[in-house]
């Protein structure tokens, strides 16, 4: 009976150990071999100070002075629904907003927190943005005009 026993036993180890056959299944199919994925830098978006963006504002142009008052509200306003997505230095699930209007003309980024839904599906530099950042889309908060405007002049104290 050990005979048998160790007989069966080395036929089952030289067995285990032999070449395994890769069989072809049809369906799905897992890989867990890590590839390199390239990260798109920040250079696929332009810099585009003439597009003004889909939407209600055209041709928007601020004072040399910040407007204290309207800054305050927008603060305010900032605080209570874009942090959760931004920051003023730090990328987060969208992008960081110092400095937004040395890429961005005032026009489009008013239009950006005016008119979220229609920037993402026609404006070119909004779609980039998108693309960016996974396909975070930015909701409409539905602001009003001067809500928009606070908020765009808040922006400018980054």
Request: hydrophobic content about 40%; overall charge negative.
């Amino acid at each position: 009976m050990k005979k048998i026993l160790s007989v069966l036993a080395i036929g089952a180890l030289i067995a285990s150990c032999g070449e395994k056959k890769e069989e072809k299944k049809d369906g799905f199919e897992m890989n867990r071999t890590k590839k390199e994925v390239k990260a798109e830098a920040a250079e696929g978006v332009p810099v585009d100070m003439d597009n003004d963006g889909v939407g209600p504002f055209k041709d928007i142009t601020f004072s040399d002075d910040i407007d204290a008052e309207l800054a305050a509200a927008g603060e305010a306003k900032y605080s209570a629904i874009c942090t959760a997505c931004h920051m003023a230095e730090q990328r987060m699930i969208g992008p960081a907003l110092k400095g937004v209007y040395e890429k961005r003309s005032p026009a489009w980024v008013m239009n950006m927190i005016k008119n979220p839904d229609g920037m993402l599906k026609e404006d070119p530099i909004a779609k980039a943005l998108l693309k960016e950042y996974n396909n975070a889309i930015m909701l409409n908060q539905n602001l009003t005009d001067d809500e928009t405007r606070a908020v765009a002049e808040y922006l400018r104290t980054l």
